[in-house]
């Protein structure tokens, strides 16, 4: 059987300008990163005139059997342009840390990828880059104005401006700076979070263009004075520059799937410890460009698809059409006790056990206003028997399943998936709404997030906790919406509790003000910023050939 990486190199690609024209894109609008991907200049795209439908894919909770989110995002929009309606792909880019940890690339699988797979997974057109590098100067302008004087008044002790890289390293969670000498600085703890975590990363994604990415990079607050005045960006004079370095960074990365069809790739913060979504800006020109426009959002849909409703679209003014969950047959025989080494063999009482968490995720998104449907990503070790049984589950709770073979024969096996999403869309049933409303308090948000989409008993903090979010509302910061991080493996904050664990607390130990991104950040139990690479990474089975192919990426 053939690897991603090898069906990917197999697959003759259409030069980029090609794909570029199938969507009426003028050629002075594309910027070409080689012969398989470009930037867009959106400036030079004219007014379409088109306002497409937007449809979600979302999923169960991850496990290490694997979901096909992104799979299957794929093998939807390719399904959709094979019966005839006008589709863009628009997703996340990968980083760098799961590439060579655990979790693998970003980028499909099967005959369901975007491509050129290698380089998407890699260094791709560099946004990543630029985005640790605006991040990381606003850190080193922090100690430089300290350094030379502190005429801000900024209390070393009170900086929450961290540094930034895009790779698993846990020896970097907690540092001491700043040693060896006057000439060094003034000596402070600090730390580093993976660059998906960053603010700035969250700027780009949820800005509507370069002015208001600047705007809200100005009032990143860096720290606070003795008394607990708020220092920004925009007070040390870090805005422009930070803007210059992301100039090219804001526009949308056009690519293609393996079927040729156009994909905008842009934008990567994770759903465990930020919102989870691809670009607005990459969202509203799929839109315009497009009759139908397939997204996703991060891990399970109790991450993603609730920073996805309660975030970004709350801030960007977007009405989705339609949801798709996906789940697989061996990921609910997991939630339903059994083991990874087990999952092979047929075990229909385990997938009966572990529907719990499928119908669990299908109730939340009821909670949202839009239609669902489950496409079940199908293995080769699934049995009849058991896919009856997913079925006869999302029946009984009103909603339809379809299985789906797109990571085996693309487009061909997602059609029935296709047709009923574009029948689900094209019926404007939908009636979305968020889940809180942006008058309540910042914890009675949390708390409301905790209780209705994990099903806690309730949320907790520590009085520094709730004393620090009082400060952020008296400071006029109080109607932001709340992006919870937790553990992406269970709706609790324990991983390992699979299925739908109900009678938990959702501890909160700390919270972070992201006052240019627009949200507050929770973070709950023992989630970590900065994540470590596993027993055995990705990495060690990564090289190049004898003939300087890479091999190892998956």
């Not at 720290?223 to 960006?233: L, P």
């Not at 925009?234 to 799937?257: C, F, S, Y």
């Not at 994990?454 to 949320?459: C, K, M, V």
């Not at 994540?531 to 990426?553: F, K, S, T, V, Y």
Request: proline share 5%; hydrophobic share 45%; net charge neutral.
């Amino acid at each position: 059987m053939q690897t991603d990486i090898e069906i990917a190199r197999a697959t003759p690609l259409l030069p980029i300008a090609a794909v570029a024209a199938r969507l009426g894109i003028p050629d002075d609008a594309v910027e070409p990163y080689g012969r398989h991907k470009a930037k867009l200049d959106l400036a030079r795209i004219p007014n379409t005139g088109r306002d497409g439908k937007l449809i979600l894919v979302t999923a169960i909770n991850p496990t290490p059997a694997g979901e096909g989110k992104t799979t299957t995002s794929v093998g939807l929009a390719d399904a959709l342009n094979r019966i005839g309606r006008r589709t863009v792909l628009a997703l996340r880019e990968p980083s760098l840390g799961p590439c060579f940890g655990q979790k693998g690339g970003a980028t499909g699988g099967g005959h369901a990828q975007v491509v050129p797979m290698e380089d998407i997974n890699l260094h791709f057109t560099g946004d990543f880059h630029a985005i640790t590098a605006a991040h990381n100067l606003l850190a080193a302008m922090i100690d430089n104005h300290i350094h030379w004087g502190n005429s801000l008044g900024i209390d070393v002790r009170r900086i929450v401006w961290r540094r930034v890289i895009d790779m698993n390293d846990r020896a970097l969670r907690q540092v001491v700076q700043s040693v060896g000498g006057v000439a060094n600085g003034f000596p402070r703890e600090s730390g580093f979070d993976i660059t998906v975590a960053s603010e700035v990363m969250a700027i780009l994604c949820l800005a509507r263009d370069l002015a208001d990415m600047e705007e809200r990079l100005g009032r990143i607050i860096i720290g606070y004075t003795r008394d607990r005045v708020a220092v920004t960006a925009r007070d040390l004079k870090a805005d422009g520059a930070m803007t210059v370095l992301l100039a090219e960074a804001i526009k949308p990365n056009l690519v293609q799937t393996l079927e040729g069809n156009p994909a905008l790739l842009h934008g990567g913060p994770f759903a465990n410890i930020a919102h989870g979504c691809n670009s607005v800006i990459a969202t509203r020109a799929a839109l315009s460009l497009g009759d139908y426009v397939v997204t996703e959002a991060g891990f399970g849909a109790d991450l993603g698809a609730e920073k996805f409703f309660d975030i970004k679209c709350r801030q960007a003014g977007l009405r989705p059409d339609a949801v798709v969950l996906v789940a697989t047959v061996r990921a609910l025989k997991m939630n339903g006790g059994v083991a990874k080494s087990d999952l092979g063999h047929e075990n229909v009482e385990a997938v009966q056990r572990g529907t719990v968490n499928l119908v669990r995720h299908l109730e939340n998104l009821r909670q949202f206003g839009v239609p669902a449907v489950v496409a079940i990503n199908h293995f080769g070790t699934d049995t009849d028997a058991e896919i009856a049984a997913v079925d006869a589950a999302v029946t009984a709770h009103g909603a339809r399943a379809f299985l789906c073979r797109h990571w085996a024969d693309g487009s061909a096996g997602a059609l029935d998936l296709a047709a009923a999403v574009a029948d689900m869309a094209d019926a404007g049933t939908a009636q979305f709404a968020p889940l809180y409303d942006d008058a309540l308090s910042l914890f009675d948000k949390i708390d409301t997030v905790a209780r209705r989409i994990y099903r806690a008993d309730r949320a907790v903090a520590d009085p520094a906790v709730l004393s620090q979010l009082a400060r952020f509302e008296a400071a006029g910061f109080g109607h932001l919406p709340v992006c919870l991080a937790k553990t992406q493996y269970s709706f609790s904050t324990d991983p390992t509790r699979l299925g739908a664990p109900t009678g938990h607390v959702v501890p909160v130990r700390e919270v972070r003000l992201a006052a240019g991104a627009g949200f507050v950040v929770a973070i709950c139990g023992e989630i970590m910023t900065m994540p470590g690479l596993p027993r055995r990474p990705a990495a060690e089975q990564i090289r190049l050939d004898e003939n300087g192919a890479i091999i190892g990426l998956f």
